[in-house]
């Protein structure tokens, strides 16, 4: 596995591959890599000949107060990690190089709607941040396709949205969620978890399976009674929740009787940690 920081020297290397015909996939990360980012390497690497993956603690998508610094960086076994999942090529820029006349100035990409929604409104301009970095490191590595994990399920749409509106061409694959035994959704804040909150930290996973549960029983107009539901158990659980949401899967606008396919939507704070995880609902079965 090579490592480059140069945008010049990736586009040398990504460009002798496509001159040999060779498919190209992408992962994008802000590195503290955990099994999920790792299983996404492995899919890349079933569904093409080569495989870039980045690290990048991107300071835009970071608001006032929020982890930036905390951030874990854990460069070297990332590397470790990357190599022992056939990685071909790790581009690790510095700030400087993608952001050279600061943040005060730098052009961004908005995706409207979507974006303001759930983790948006909670964390104003989290997703501006998201899409113009993203779309960054599409402009350099040029890949056919990039993965991604479902567990940040409105990420994932807002990229989507970004791809299809800005005519891109890169294919988006969503992966499953790489949950613990317990069911926690496997995450880099994780690691800010005690052992005690560790160990109440599944619940929020349990909470959204009963919401769906109740859901597929009740119907969608029971929605805003189950989301109060949902919200006072992870309260009492001794999450401070964000937001517990129904919704449509491709909108995330609130779910309407009707709608067969569905979203289940859920974030909330525990100690130190932002948990956030998802289900998607097929009503039609």
């Not at 779309?135 to 040029?142: G, Y």
């Not at 926690?184 to 399976?209: C, F, H, M, T, W």
């Not at 009674?225 to 964000?242: I, K, N, V, W, Y």
Request: aromatic residues 6%; glycine residues 8%; negative net charge.
């Amino acid at each position: 596995m090579q490592t480059v920081t140069d945008p010049s020297r990736l586009h040398l290397l990504v460009n002798q591959w496509r001159q040999q015909g060779l498919r190209v996939a992408f992962v994008p990360t802000m590195g503290n890599l955990h099994e999920g980012h790792i299983e996404l390497v492995q899919q890349a690497r079933q569904r093409a000949d080569k495989v870039v993956a980045s690290i990048f603690v991107n300071p835009m998508q970071f608001g006032a107060g929020e982890d930036l610094d905390a951030y874990p960086r854990t460069l070297d076994a990332d590397k470790v990690k990357l190599y022992d999942a056939s990685c071909d090529l790790l581009f690790t820029p510095e700030t400087e190089l993608l952001y050279p006349g600061g943040l005060s100035v730098q052009s961004y990409i908005e995706v409207p709607g979507i974006s303001d929604l759930h983790c948006g409104n909670s964390r104003p301009g989290h997703f501006r941040g998201v899409a113009t970095i993203v779309a960054k490191l599409f402009n350099l590595v040029q890949p056919d396709l990039a993965l991604f994990g479902n567990k940040d399920y409105q990420q994932l749409a807002v990229i989507r949205a970004m791809v299809r509106d800005l005519n891109m061409a890169v294919q988006i694959v969503g992966i499953d969620t790489v949950r613990d035994a317990d069911g926690l959704a496997k995450s880099s804040r994780n690691g800010y978890l005690s052992a005690e909150q560790r160990a109440i930290a599944p619940k929020l996973k349990q909470v959204i399976d009963a919401t769906a549960q109740a859901l597929q029983q009740q119907g969608v107009a029971a929605s805003e009674a189950l989301q109060q539901q949902a919200t006072r158990a992870l309260s009492e659980h001794g999450f401070g929740p964000d937001y517990f949401a129904i919704c449509h899967a491709d909108s995330l606008q609130p779910a309407q009787c009707g709608d067969k396919q569905i979203v289940i939507l859920a974030a909330a704070q525990l100690g130190n940690a932002r948990l956030i995880d998802n289900l998607r609902l097929d009503l039609t079965r």
